[in-house]
């Protein structure tokens, strides 16, 4: 990887909303220097929902966006997250009844979901033409929207009528945009009249340019097959290769002006409220919703202080990610964007993760993921096929 001076990366790294040069991580006493960062868009808060898998996969195909088109800082997109959220809970709707019930039905889905099927069938909208909040309150709260949604389309399974009506589709519809507001099929926006798909195509977005790496022992590497977690119930497959080459693909990615989608285990002590992702021992897990579910109370993860010596952390090798995920104690937990790389004062690599839940924690929103915790908890991420390295296209067959 090629080394770059502290400044000239704060000179290149222009329109970024948050700098990470040379800042102090308050729990494990690390200093963080930027090696190289990727335009991102402004942090989100999915605050009280389960729509991670939404706001990452948009934040990365935002970034995609300005990377494609080569956008100023005053035409960055913002795209509605509840305009994917609403078609993807419909057709899970759709399937969750197709399959009699027995199909998880749930707030969480897969990044594969927002790109590859909403994307891709229906397009993008701007969060000015569909802010997904017609429920009285200015961020997220879907508690009671999931728990009304699962209650409709069981009760639609039972098939009280011995037959499906040709009313239940628009009655969950109706549920949706009462929540989220009706889906537009046609707006204006800037000046400008679109259809979502227009809208998606004016950014030079296509769906199928996008590919999902992971790792694991239990299928064949250098083909692909469909991670086995309930969020990925549209049964999306991925690359399976070995995880050195999974990490290699993620760093070339960065260094060469990408980001990434990464989808995996939060759950865990080292992974603090306070930006940084360690992967230590022992493992906890904690429950709650969606912070708090996966970071807990500040008092029960906080990470004693170690300010003289480089954090000791696990080694995550191919066997340690097959045992966490044989096990369950690698749970598919929380989906971010990835694009930077920095190190610490000991020379420890990095990954600057953009999460989605504020501007939390010391970084106001920004995460720092060491390489181990990337190695022992990623279960995918998400690549333009373009960044990755020629010889892994080649090995995947991927043109």
């Not at 494990?28 to 605050?47: A, D, M, R, Y």
């Not at 913002?78 to 399959?99: G, K, W």
């Not at 728990?147 to 009760?155: H, P």
């Not at 070339?252 to 930006?275: I, K, P, Q």
């Amino acid at each position: 990887m090629i080394k770059k001076s502290i400044l000239a990366v704060a000179l290149a790294a222009i329109a970024i909303p948050f700098q990470a040069s040379a800042q102090k991580a308050g729990d494990p006493g690390l200093e963080f220097t930027v090696v190289k960062e990727n335009p991102i868009t402004s942090i989100k808060n999915q605050n009280r929902s389960g729509t991670c898998w939404c706001f990452s996969a948009l934040a990365f195909l935002e970034s995609e966006a300005i990377r494609i088109n080569n956008l100023k800082e005053e035409d960055y997109p913002d795209f509605s997250e509840m305009f994917v959220v609403s078609h993807s809970y419909q057709e899970r709707a759709d399937e969750f009844v197709r399959m009699d019930g027995h199909l998880g039905f749930g707030a969480g889905s897969w990044s594969e979901d927002a790109v590859h099927h909403i994307m891709k069938d229906y397009g993008l909208v701007p969060q000015e033409v569909m802010q997904g909040l017609n429920y009285g309150t200015e961020l997220p709260v879907h508690g009671e929207i999931d728990a009304v949604a699962k209650a409709y389309v069981e009760a639609i399974a039972k098939k009280p009528n011995k037959t499906l009506s040709t009313a239940w589709k628009n009655g969950f519809k109706g549920i949706m945009d009462a929540y989220f507001g009706e889906c537009p099929t046609e707006f204006e926006y800037k000046g400008k009249k679109y259809t979502p798909a227009s809208y998606r195509d004016s950014f030079k977005l296509n769906a199928d340019d996008y590919v999902t790496l992971t790792s694991f022992t239990h299928h064949p590497f250098y083909t692909t097959f469909a991670v086995e977690v309930c969020d990925n119930w549209r049964k999306d497959v991925s690359y399976n290769v070995p995880i050195d080459e999974l990490m290699d693909a993620l760093y070339y990615a960065l260094e060469n002006g990408f980001t990434a989608c990464w989808g995996g285990d939060v759950s865990e002590v080292g992974f603090t409220r306070n930006g940084t992702a360690l992967l230590l021992d022992p493992k906890a897990s904690t429950s709650g919703s969606d912070q708090e579910r996966w970071v807990g109370k500040a008092e029960e993860k906080k990470v004693e202080e170690k300010k003289a010596e480089a954090p000791k952390e696990l080694v995550a090798d191919q066997a340690f990610r097959q045992k966490g995920y044989d096990e369950k104690t690698t749970t598919d937990d929380h989906g971010m964007q990835a694009f930077g790389i920095a190190k610490d004062q000991y020379g420890n690599k990095y990954i600057m993760i953009k999460n989605s839940w504020g501007e939390s924690g010391k970084y106001k929103g920004i995460w720092y993921m060491s390489d181990a915790f990337s190695r022992g908890k990623a279960l995918g991420i998400m690549l333009h096929k373009d960044a990755l390295p020629k010889a892994l296209k080649a090995k995947l067959g991927i043109k």
